[in-house]
């Protein structure tokens, strides 16, 4: 289940079950959402993102759900492999101008159990 | 093709002293990003930068941080009289808008430890 630690919260799945991060974000004029996978040690790794005029987008293993009037992303994983044990954030930016930078939410630490 | 390159990957300095630190976007791509990551935290915006010109520069610091990127070689930032609340991963990101993603790709990250 997920479960809200000292830091991060956390989320623990079994191989092969799906799973689904949670992200609120903070700025409602955002319109360009990106979800990334940090491994430890790393830089993030993009995994798939969305635009406001959208909400689902589906990747390979991966959707993304966005709903703007709660300001909320999920990402949803299919069929978890221990591969995909990382942090995952979600980042927003709100397009145009001299403003394209991200602001990352604060991540999930995802753990599958073999 | 090779990725965001940063170096060096690890630095350590002592209190005091200067950090610099380096990255070579994609190839391609001219624009550069900083962000600080500090442990189980989400990365922090620092500077966004093009060419010869800072775009944005509203997460950094206002004293001891700057960055550059210029006509020739890798983005620079730099912290000058480090101190140990400076310690943290920092990340260079670039992207390049020539399509539709404003995707940025981010290198392996440099971690600054002050002792």
């Known amino acids: 289940g997920e479960s809200v630690g000292l830091h991060l919260p956390t989320l623990s799945v079994q191989e092969g079950d799906n799973s689904i991060i949670n992200c609120a974000y903070s700025n409602s004029a955002s319109d360009y959402f990106i979800w990334y996978k940090q491994e430890s040690g790393k830089g993030p790794q993009f995994i798939i993102d969305?635009?406001?005029?959208?909400d689902k987008r589906q990747g390979q293993r991966v959707t993304v759900l966005l709903n703007k009037t709660v300001k909320h992303l999920s990402l949803q994983i299919a069929a978890t492999q221990p591969g995909d044990s990382a942090v995952y954030f979600c980042a927003e930016m709100l397009r145009g101008g001299s403003n394209y930078k991200l602001t990352f939410g604060k991540g999930t630490l995802l753990t599958v159990n073999p | 093709n090779a990725g965001v390159m940063q170096n060096p990957r690890h630095l350590v300095r002592r209190r005091g002293q200067e950090a610099r630190l380096r990255c070579s976007p994609m190839?391609?791509?001219?624009?550069v990003y900083w962000y600080r990551q500090l442990p189980e935290e989400g990365l922090k915006f620092m500077v966004y930068l093009q060419k010869e010109n800072i775009i944005d520069e509203s997460g950094m610091p206002k004293e001891r941080f700057s960055a550059e990127f210029p006509k020739e070689g890798p983005s620079i930032l730099r912290i000058q009289q480090v101190v140990r609340g400076d310690s943290a991963a920092y990340f260079c990101?670039?992207?390049?808008?020539?399509?539709?993603?404003?995707?940025?790709?981010f290198g392996p990250g440099t971690r600054l430890t002050v002792t």
């Open positions: 190839k391609g791509h001219s624009h």
């Open positions: 969305i635009r406001s005029n959208m």
């Open positions: 990101a670039s992207s390049d808008w020539a399509g539709s993603s404003y995707e940025q790709y």
